[in-house]
């Protein structure tokens, strides 16, 4: 970037700013926004670089840069700082300082990506004013943010930045005094980036302790859609005038439980997995209970009546507890390759398709989040919270009869890592770092959909804002007013697969171990380009053809690895090996010889877990599909169309053909 004095250098940037940012630019000509009254001067450096001094009226004035030879001690910083990866994400707030903007840009690789932000609008103007900043701002790989003129697309610039396998190597860099000149500006991005930090590795922990399990549960769960039903069914199912009480298992739950006695066909009840045995203890029947968790223990359903209670739930959740529920199953996606699949495979082949695509509930990690989510998809008149403690109530962490008939108090140790927060009452209440995720996951949902309709009954615990506070007794009362007869709507829906679509499903179903077999050869020979190309590269001269054949090859083999549905499973339950994979990857080295030896190395090892990993579901496929076969019949016709499907299927398997 040209460092010019020059009075035509506005009118360029502003020309490059309007190509580049229309809205913004526009925003910014015609002044729309409000001053500070802030005092920028340029500053000419000993090195001839351009920095500023900011005042605010009657305040100090802060320097954004030293005035020496800031460049020099950029340079120094930067190269402390080591070599800039691939991939690496790096934000820079504040664009005092140009000068390290060019240095980052110029160490930098060009599949790097940088975000700038500049927290005032008037040292942008100064700026615009006094240096050539057209390259940077036609620079694809930098995103520039000005507050008050694109400041909507800071959030989302920041979340897109972020990536789970470079956020390790990601760059922030503060331009000097810029803390102390907009702190609020300043700390709210930094707190940003600490939640999707945050947040990124709680979906890490979580993706990670279910990778073992998940993959099973899914192919052993598939069985299950065969007489399901689609969540997508219960869309609008209360009208906008039925209200939902979503009942978890806080430990508030024990001192109004029996009031839900009285809500019976005037309200819709949508329990949480823990909360169900105690609901039926109590002689409660809920209308839906929900549950997504992988590794929750069957002990939870042990009641005579768990299986008459219609279950929201999606494949990857234990598949003991699927098993023992033999009730209405509501499937909502888990985004599982496998399971999108079936659902592809069988609307290839139904009469009537509209109950067939996957359908997702939002969640923030919690089953009480997705419980919350489905009252609001049913389009709930209102939205009643019962047992939401978010908290540690009298040092328990869930209601008695959940796990145990009486639940014991938390341990010392466990107390330690608690901290207060609001109370339902404005009292002050303890909680726990996941428990802190969904109270904020439902105060952000309830905002950002303008809800005024959600009321929080529970009896104790942290208070979740946007909600109002009201007895359980008086939300019955207030909003339990008519019977209604959503539930023979909700009794005669169908299962979202008519016979043809189970007919194409069940031909789908037998054919799990053949495809995961095409998986295992494809693996395999991968795993010997690999090992060809690690030689080829291992050696002192290189034989550039055959190095190129061998990298064609090994194309093919990736191409089929990131686009075969069946491939992308068996990945999926390779996840941890697959991230620490991709990070080595984007590490890279500083050798052109090194890196061919590494990717080839790389390689090999990826196809031999990809391998050895599709054998194994080869083996699981072969077993379920002898061990819990499809079963449907002439009662699962229906229509015309199914009728048809039938008749056809029965004179070809009697004619043999």
Known sequence: MDRLLHTDVYEKNMETYFQTYPKAALKFKERKYKSEGLRVDPIQCLDQS??????????KTFMLSG?????????????????IAPNTPIIIIGMGNMEQVTMYLEAAREDCLILVYEPSVEVFEKVMETIDIREMILDKPVMLIVEQLNTEDLKTGLQAMMKLDTIASMKVHITPNYDILFPKLVKETLQYLSKIYDDMIVTWNTARRYTDVAGENVIY???????????????????????????????SLNKNIDQLKKVGSRGCIIAVDTAIKPLLNHGIMPDFFVIVDGKKPTELMDHPLVSQIPLVT???????????????????????PLELLLYKEARSSAGKVKDLYPTTLATGGSVANSAFSLAHYMNAKNIIFVGQDLALTNNRTHADGTFQDKMNKISEQEQKDTFPVEGIHGNVVYTRNDFYRYL?????????????????????????????????????????????SWKDHFTALPEMMDYSAKKGYAFWYQELERNFEKVYIQAKKGQGIYERMEKVAGQKTLNSSAYRDLVKKAGKIN????????ALFVQDNLMHLNFVMRVSIYEGLEDENDDRLEIAKQGKVMNFYIKHEAKRWMEIAREIVQERPLEFGIEDVQGPLDRLTMLFNEVRDKNGS
């Open 314 to 336: 999606c494949t990857i959740v234990a598949k003991g507890i699927m098993d023992l529920h033999q009730g209405k199953k509501f499937f909502y996606t888990s985004d599982n």
């Open 440 to 484: 904020k996951w439902f105060e952000e949902n309830i905002e950002n959909n303008h809800m005024k309709n959600v009321v929080d009954a529970t009896q104790g615990g942290a208070k979740i804002h946007g909600t109002k506070i009201m007895s359980l007794e008086r939300a019955i009362n207030t909003f339990c007013l008519e019977e209604s």
């Open 50 to 59: 351009i920095s500023f001094s900011v005042a605010r009226p009657g305040e």
């Open 67 to 83: 005035v020496f030879e800031p460049h020099k001690a950029l340079e120094k910083q930067i190269k402390k700082q080591g070599r």
């Open 559 to 566: 191409q089929f690895m990131n686009e075969n549905d069946y």
């Open 221 to 251: 769960n598939i069985r299950h859609m065969l007489h399901g039903y689609n969540v997508s069914q219960l869309k609008n199912l209360l009208e906008g005038q039925i209200p939902a009480f979503v009942v978890s298992a806080g430990p």
